[in-house]
């Protein structure tokens, strides 16, 4: 009766260790992925992106793989540097989220080094807020990169 207990154990104990390793694959299969934000301490990996290019304006709109959560804004070619995208939004659920600028908050500060008409590709973080009434819902975003071609 023991070893059968042993066993039973023994099977428990390997059937949730190897259940375990798969968030740590899944998020080394996401470190490709075009565009990458913290929000609120959790990791996001947007994998599907849209670019479209209309004269020197560049428009992104990025998906999540389960198209949870929705990044877009904006850059304009040849512009480099600090505070060269625009329009940022962060759409989660019935939630559209906008650059803060309340409380003396700067928005999104981000960094773009490279812009053309086929690469665009920088860096991003700060807080953005939802309207909802009277109601502000802050979210901050953190180490947010962008490297897309196109």
Do not use: W
Request: with cysteine; glycine share 6%; proline share 1%.
């Amino acid at each position: 009766m023991k070893k059968i207990y042993l066993f039973v154990a023994v099977a428990c104990a390997t059937v949730f260790s190897s259940c375990s390793s798969d968030d740590d694959s899944n998020d080394s299969a996401n470190s490709n992925a075009p565009v990458v934000v913290t929000i609120d301490g959790q990791k996001k990996y947007f994998e599907e992106v849209d670019v479209e290019v209309n004269g020197s304006r560049i428009y992104v709109t990025a998906l999540t793989k389960d198209h949870a959560d929705v990044l877009s804004f904006e850059a304009q070619v040849p512009y480099t540097g600090e505070e060269s995208i625009y329009d940022l939004e962060y759409k989660k659920g019935n939630n559209t989220y906008y650059e803060s600028y309340e409380n003396n908050d700067e928005g999104i500060i981000d960094n773009v080094e490279i812009c053309t008409e086929h690469k665009l590709k920088g860096t991003f973080h700060g807080n953005v807020v939802s309207y909802q009434g009277e109601t502000l819902d802050f979210i901050t975003m953190t180490n947010g990169s962008f490297d897309l071609v196109y």
